[in-house]
């Protein structure tokens, strides 16, 4: 018998998305003044990425009566509260337990993200990535029950925050609170400052850990294996919000059928656009499509490794991925025209000067 296979069309695979963090007000600081005013929060930065690619998404966060930028997405805003607000000092690194290239201090905060706040309806995927400790362990845990799969920022499981001035600190994963959830989270990303605080080779067996390192791009950590990932050159202002804008990159990535080796590559990209910015990046419309035109040519499956994909296959560095890298690189190269930055919300930031110099 004469078989005919027919040719599927080529489509960009619908799935439901719930990104689940506070927005807040960022303020940089630099010798005592301050340099800038932006809209911040991992959900920000995630949504413009996602908006970037195309994934659509559902967002639950929460923001004051005082919440000043415009968003895609609204917020749920609480008239008895203010927005969360986050003092970033660039020349205060270095101290103990606190982020190398600034101290961040939480100046203001809003409620927290209660289970109640869910939509009551399954999602293909969910994002837990709070700020200022308003995602609770039962909201992770809701989140985990009504998700098929949950990638979590570890910023939003061990920040504690100091009770006179609000400096973040750090707590070990272990006594966060979190930890019994964990077997059910399927994707676990820390910078490398915060994987201190866990035990990467305890994590490993129960979900994948991603650990970035800034210019020098990120591991990926799994059951049997693990892999580091190339960076892409940048030129770096302002890294607020890089870890955000990776996670973006590589969950935007697996929606689009890479394996996940390449969709970390996709993560340091953004992360790489996003240092080069301050605040919100805004990306030059013709450089995302030939981003989008080579994650088109570049995916190797029509479904997503969190989606019960062939496990692996997804982390195995596939043929062709440092090819894929140098493609990525290339579409950075072509000059852009300001005119073609489209104003994504948040673009009415204060801008008084950078914070750091190009390094
Ligand atoms: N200077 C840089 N040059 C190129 N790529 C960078 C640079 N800084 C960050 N990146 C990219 O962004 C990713 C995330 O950066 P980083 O490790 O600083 O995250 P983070 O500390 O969580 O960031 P933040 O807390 O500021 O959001 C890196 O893995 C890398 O791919
Ligand atoms: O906007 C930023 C950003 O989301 C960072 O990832 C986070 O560490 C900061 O707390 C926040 O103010």
């Given amino acids: 018998m004469v078989t005919t296979t027919i040719p599927q069309p080529q489509t960009t695979p619908i799935h439901s998305a719930l990104i689940v963090g506070n927005y807040c007000h960022d303020v940089l600081l630099q010798g005592g003044a301050v ?9 920000s930065f995630i949504s413009n990425v996602f908006t970037a690619l195309s994934v659509s998404f559902h967002l639950t966060s929460k923001v004051g009566f005082d919440f000043k930028y415009p968003v895609n997405h609204d917020p749920i805003v609480i008239p008895s509260s ?41 999602f293909d995927f969910g994002m837990a990535v709070g700020v200022g400790g308003e995602i609770l362990p039962g909201t992770l845990e809701k989140m985990v029950e009504i998700c098929d799969a949950v990638f979590v920022d570890i910023q939003a499981l061990i920040r504690s925050f100091d009770k006179n001035d609000g400096t973040v600190k750090l707590v070990g994963l272990k006594e966060s609170g979190f930890y019994h959830l964990l077997p059910r989270v399927k994707f676990l990303k820390a910078s490398s400052e915060e994987a201190l605080f866990m035990d990467v080779e305890e994590v490993r067996q129960w979900c994948c850990v991603v650990v970035t390192h800034g210019k020098d791009g990120c591991e990926v950590f ?67 499509q030939r981003i989008k035109d080579e994650v088109q040519r570049r995916k190797l499956h029509n479904t997503c490794w969190f989606e019960g994909g062939d496990d692996s296959m997804s982390f195995t560095k596939p043929d062709g991925h440092d090819e894929f890298r140098a493609s990525l690189a290339s579409t950075k190269l072509v000059p852009t025209c300001l005119r073609d930055v489209p104003r994504s919300p948040g673009s009415v930031e204060q801008v008084i000067r950078p914070p750091c110099n190009g390094q």
């Fill in 222 to 288: 799994w059951k049997d294996g693990e892999m580091k990932i190339e960076p892409f050159g940048a030129n770096q202002v302002d890294p607020t919000g890089a870890g955000d804008s990776f996670l973006g990159g590589l969950v935007g990535g697996l929606v689009h059928g890479l394996v996940v080796p390449d969709a970390a590559l996709l993560g340091n990209l953004f992360g790489s656009l996003t240092v080069g910015q301050i605040g919100l990046p805004k990306f030059d419309l013709r450089l995302l």
């Fill in 82 to 122: 203010k927005t969360t607000v986050f003092h970033a000092y660039f020349d205060q690194g270095h101290t103990e337990n606190a982020h190398q290239d600034r101290v961040l201090k939480r100046v203001e905060v809003c409620d927290p993200i209660n289970p109640s706040d869910l939509p009551d309806k399954r």
């Fill in 35 to 43: 340099v800038a005013e932006t809209l911040g929060g991992a959900a």
